[in-house]
């Protein structure tokens, strides 16, 4: 059934109210390469990690119905569908269900054993089990084996033999679930121990779990009528949301409803964009997320129609190992939890001026820091560097600080001592602002942390692939915010107003002021109270997190201990820098052009004058053949902001507390600039100036244009009504020579100032390089105008 204008009506007023509570939860969320979205075509958004329950659907159908205008139907599990709030809410926005087994799975009875693993690794035996009850065991069901190490091995049913017999359609994987069902590891053979000892006593099997088979043909037949409409459907095709640091194995469900929907009708034109979802600390309230957009995945008419043939499970298989690539140009993957730390502190270290990198640019180097360490991960020298920066991990763990601010070190005392005064005054100050909204709303704190916690425990025994539930906690955060805000809102309304009208009574409170009007003052004065001990207390939070160091650098017990540390982060810095200069090119064919920070000794003198850089076969010079994205990479260096402090020259200074009046209400930090800053929502992409900028706006006069050109000569010489004589026509040329030549000169200045860190035009070439405009002559520049 095609979408109304009420449906499209009520799905916009509810993504719109609650882009306004991630906003609140999220200091900021930076949508990239958003451009690439097609704006007419059918399309299925691939989205991973799924990192956030509920939040990742909130995240990109705002960003998407913000960006590119464009409405998407997400695909839910039936479990949450039964969720009173969630399952309306999700039925609001014309969100399909899904039916997962595992969400079904149950106890069974007995126990099984495979017999002859050797042979046949797909006959199961059974002791005291009725395989042929047709209501839990059935073509199609699953059967799972115990959860170790948060993994459960399961695998689908082929034929129900005898009551204790059953064959698999694939055997069970992993050498867990080879020992699980032998009794014995890979190892062991023949019943016999691999160090030759006697054979142990019988196993006798080990207990297990059925889930039945789930019909999905409704669910299919829902996505292919939306995607016939032209609509978009929204998928997280790793089954679940989960808090791991790598990708789950994708469920063929995506690849079977593209290809379905080609097969039904070759001319729909339906793509798949892979959607990264970044997050720094998914869980915890003001945190940030990068959303990337992939490049849309064209599912090839061969594998449509070897769909349609007998290559239906080959076709399936290969669209799904096209997305998998798709999705890891776009999301930062680490095998555990302890190689992500271990990128995060070398991606610190490896900026050595400490510069603020814009989102979008942390995310990307460190995804290439990822990949250079699963390259190079065995090579000495990167093996004795993880040592020391682990080491040096703990060391700031141990004494309370964070990397930035072992740079408090190198300033003298007196300087330390007026920052910790200047500072200890300025919390003092917003703890005055932040203690009403703290106390009023202080329950919805206290509530939420609990049940979240709670979820995230039941979260965990009911899940087979999450680590600890992290990926709930910031999904209860919020629905127990939503609940209680208005209940203490209402509340402390009611007291307000039977408090006036009390002291009415006792002439306390003048009659003329009406109880109306007190009611609808406080309906709206609390929430006020408490988004400013938010605001206040996020800024109040960070000048608190900054005294420790502060202490720390005029305690003569520490000082010294500081010291060392700085100049151990240096040395830290020095090697990791040296080494990525080093491999970088081996791994990046156009390192050098596209670096994210630039190099620490080419960053003392200014460049010499180059040539224009030549385009490189492959967009990006790199395996993946991304397109180039201009808010990622730049020629030379990335911008730099102009308030950026260097931790060489004068103390950090608190970013927060600076941003305060300047930006929005109470903000801490900039919020993303319209929510986008890729091509999809500005205006100035039209101009060949402002291409390639990766700003979205319109960029600001540069130069004042003063032509020179003489006025040309005119075949006829007239007057207007105030006797101004006009000219003919313009001489464009050397117009736009002055304005170009000026703006040459302008970067030049600019590279000699500062050293070829501040901000670099450029733009876009044809075939997708990206030229600085300073360093393109006259003629470059006036084909480039002459073409657009």
Known sequence: MARTWKDNFVYDVFLW????????????????????????????????????????PL??????????????????????????????????????????????????????????????????????????DSKQFMKGGLLVLPSVNNEAANTEIQEVISDEEIRLKKPFKGDVAYKQLTGQSLEESNGQLSNGDSKKEEFDGIKFSVAPHVDQSKVYEAVFNRLKEGGCIGIFPEGGSHDRTELLPLKAGVAIMALGALAENPDCGVKIVPVGMNYFHPHKFRSRCVIEFGKPITVPLELVEQYKGDGRRAAIQSLLDTVTNGLKTVTTLAPDYDTLMLIQAVRRLYNPKGKNLPLSMTVELNRRLIKGYNTYKDDPRVVSLRTDVLDYNRQLFHL?????????????WYKVIFLLLWRTFKLACLSLAVLPGTVLFAPIFVIGKLISIKKSREALAASTVKIRARDVIATWKILV????????????????TWWCYYNRVGVRVSESLPLTLITIGGLFFFPATCFMALRFGEVGMDIFKSLRPLFLSISPSSSNILVRMAERRENLSRRISDLVNELGPELFPDFERERLVHDREQARTPPPEISRPSTPTSPLGREDGN????????????????????????????????????????????????????????GSWSSPLNAGTGFGGKLKRLTSLKSNAKKPPTTKDSKDDEGVKKTGTADLEEVSRNLHAAMRERGRRRKSESGSEGWVEFERSDDGGITPMSEMDGDEVEEDKKGV
């Open 627 to 682: 397109e180039i994205d201009s808010l990622t990479f730049t020629p030379a260096t990335p911008p730099s902001y102009r308030n950026q402090r260097s931790p060489e020259g004068n103390l950090p200074r608190n970013e927060s507390f600076k941003n305060i009046g300047s930006i929005g209400l109470f903000a801490s930090r900039p919020p993303t600039p319209n929510r986008s800053r890729s091509r999809a929502s500005s």
């Open 400 to 412: 309370g600080i964070r990397d930035h601010q072992v740079g408090y070190a190198k300033h003298s």
């Open 17 to 56: 109210l609650w882009t306004i509570v991630i906003d609140l939860f999220f200091r900021e969320i930076h949508p990239r390469t958003s451009y690439r979205i097609p704006k007419n075509d059918p399309v299925i958004f691939v989205a991973a990690p799924h990192a956030n329950q509920f939040v990742d």
């Open 59 to 132: 995240i990109l159908g705002g960003t998407v119905r913000h960006d590119a205008k464009r409405r998407i139907s997400f695909l839910i599990a039936e479990k949450s569908l039964r969720r009173k709030f969630v399952g309306f809410a999700s039925r609001l926005v014309g969100s399909v269900g899904v039916g997962r087994a595992l969400d079904l799975k149950k106890p069974a009875k007995g126990k099984i054993w495979l017999p002859d693993p050797e042979e046949d690794a797909t006959l199961i035996k059974g002791k005291g089990t009725e395989f042929t």
């Open 481 to 496: 915010a939503l609940a209680l805000t208005p209940i203490l809102d209402v509340t402390y309304t009611c007291l307000l």
